[in-house]
């Protein structure tokens, strides 16, 4: 499906920035994982958003979730994991779904690229970040779900089901897991291999598998778009909110402190705007 | 010329031909491999003549996707004279992939 914008994240600053790229009569699909893993969800009360004093976060996010639905925002749940350009196009896979756009605003939250130990060495020789492509890969065999995400534990379930043999891997039991994964502790994580992969170090227990799925709620913008710039580890953007691609933009958390509601759906409304002219001045 | 969808036979073939032959290890639950399959396809088309440039579903071949070790796809795995000379893990923009062939016609 082809939209004129794709926003990565739906928080704070991906709602704002598809709240007014709408009002510019975009067509505008947000991409975004669980709401329970957004910083604005876990925050019991909130005192400084101007004009709406001790408002909860999840409140907060319903109503500015109930505002892009009602401007026509289409929505994904998914975790995107890869965007590609391509003859003036952007490219965005998520899961088993593609999308395409003529503009991408980058508004995942803070995503650092931080990995673990063996993490980057073996992507592709037994780490994994989509349980949908290379599951099938592993029917029959043993892996370990490194679940840092409240979708984690049905990605596990899904393994499960087409046959794999999943151990899960978290820093607290998580719930609605299927009966007969087992659960271990670990905070601490380090992916074992030569070549290929044969285990996972969860906080010195070594756990041994074929494959690792390491399940984050968000890649982080540099895995997306190889060569996306960066400025104290966060996206690097103009006043515009453009970062070093043309045709990406960036908003909010992502791009550096204050880490605020109110700065998150500012930055997305001015990436909302460019967005839409950028597209204006290149069709 | 349009992209060749192997099996394992038509595979076996096209690696031991000689030339360069450019193969697409994919699936159709695969968002990432959806992504790439317009890249592989123009590939082909600027190719023709010069490469061989084909997909594996490893739905269908699954022992060729254990057979090279395929284990994250897309994977784009390259042959010449009947052996593996490089491979490219996910999805990557078409110059990843025009600089191998490049080097190798």
Redesign the interface.
């Known amino acids: 499906m082809a939209y004129d914008i794709a926003v990565i994240g739906g928080g704070p600053a991906g709602l704002s920035a598809a709240v007014q790229a709408r009002q510019r009569n975009k067509s505008v699909v947000v991409i975004s994982g669980d709401d329970r893993d957004g910083p604005i969800y876990k925050t019991e009360r909130i005192d400084n958003y101007l004009g709406l004093p001790q408002i909860r976060g999840p409140e907060l996010l319903e109503r500015f979730r109930k505002h892009a639905d009602s401007m026509g925002v289409e929505r994904k749940t998914g975790r995107a ?2 965007i ?3 003859n003036g196009a952007f ?8 999308a395409q756009a003529g503009a991408v605003v980058l508004a995942p939250g803070v995503a650092r690229g931080v990995k673990y130990p063996g993490e980057a060495e073996h ?6 970040y ?1 349980a ?3 599951g ?3 029917r029959g065999r043993d892996v370990v779900v490194v679940g840092r995400s409240s979708e984690a534990p049905e990605e596990a379930n899904f393994l499960q089901e087409i046959g794999c043999r999943v151990t899960y891997v978290a820093p607290r039991e998580p719930e609605g897991l299927h009966g007969g994964i087992p659960f271990v502790k670990g905070v601490r994580i380090e992916v074992l291999g030569e070549k ?1 992969v044969t285990g996972v170090r969860a906080d010195g227990r070594e756990l041994s598998c ?2 690792v799925f390491i399940l984050r709620a968000a890649i982080a913008p540099t895995d997306l778009l190889p060569g996306l710039a960066l400025r104290d580890g966060y996206v690097a953007v103009d006043r515009d909110m453009a970062a070093s691609i043309p045709g990406v933009f960036a908003a909010g958390d992502c791009t550096g402190l204050p880490l605020q509601i109110s700065k998150a759906v500012g930055e997305g409304l001015v990436a909302g705007h460019r967005a839409a002219e950028y597209l204006d001045k290149h069709k | 010329m349009a992209t060749l969808h192997f099996n394992k036979e038509g595979f076996d073939k096209a690696i031991s031909a000689g030339g360069i032959t450019m193969v697409d290890f994919w ?1 159709s ?8 399959a ?2 592989i396809d123009d590939l082909a088309g600027r190719y023709e003549g010069k490469a061989v440039i084909g997909k594996v579903n ?2 269908d071949e699954q022992a060729l ?1 254990g057979e090279y ?5 897309p ?1 784009v795995i390259f042959f010449k004279g009947g052996r593996e000379i490089d491979r490219k ?3 990557m ?2 110059d990843a992939y025009t600089a191998i062939l490049d080097a190798n016609l």
């Not at chain 1, 992507?123 to 994994?128: E, N, Q």
């Not at chain 2, 070790?69 to 796809?73: A, F, K």
């Open positions: 994991l890869n590609m350009q391509m490219y965005i896979s998520i899961g088993s779904d593609m992507l592709g020789a037994g780490v994994s989509c949908t492509c290379d099938m890969l592993y290929a074929a494959g | 699936a639950w695969c968002g990432p491999c959806k992504m790439l317009p890249v490893v739905d996707a070790g395929v284990m994250s796809i994977t893990v996910g999805v923009p078409a």
